[in-house]
């Protein structure tokens, strides 16, 4: 899905700045910068092995940012669509996400700094 941000623009004319506006398509397109295409995560593999655990967080956080760009996206459409309760839904999903994803980076911090600060 692509977004119109002229709907957009339009849809917040009476309500919002038009700065606003700019901000969320800059975040959109930042978000979109982000996208890997492909992770290439072979099956299999020691537990606990680090690499292995790493190819994993990777592959989540695309996961991860891949749904937050859908909520984005819902969230925008809905706002042109009026529809109030699709744009909540999508606003709590979208603060569940990234609560997932801090929750992974912390994870990541704790594996990956503590073990290899030992080793």
């Given amino acids: ?8 623009s339009q849809v917040f004319a009476d309500r919002r700045p ?3 506006v700019v901000e969320l398509q800059e975040t959109y397109s930042a978000l979109k910068a ?4 492909y992770i290439n995560v072979p099956p299999g593999g020691e537990l606990g092995d680090l690499k292995r655990i790493r190819l994993y967080a990777i592959a ?4 991860l940012l891949h749904r937050a760009i859908s909520l984005f996206e819902g969230s925008l459409q809905a706002a042109i ?3 109030a309760y699709v744009m909540i839904l999508s606003v709590r ?5 990234t609560a997932a994803l801090g929750y992974l980076h912390k994870g990541d ?9 030992r080793g």
């Fill in 18 to 20: 038009n700065g606003e």
């Fill in 34 to 37: 982000r996208v890997v295409p």
């Fill in 93 to 97: 999903a979208s603060f569940e996400t």
């Fill in 60 to 63: 989540y956080r695309q996961i």
């Fill in 109 to 117: 911090r704790f594996i990956f700094g503590e073990r290899m600060g």
């Fill in 81 to 83: 669509d009026e529809n």
């Fill in 1 to 8: 899905m692509t977004m119109d941000f002229n709907k957009v």
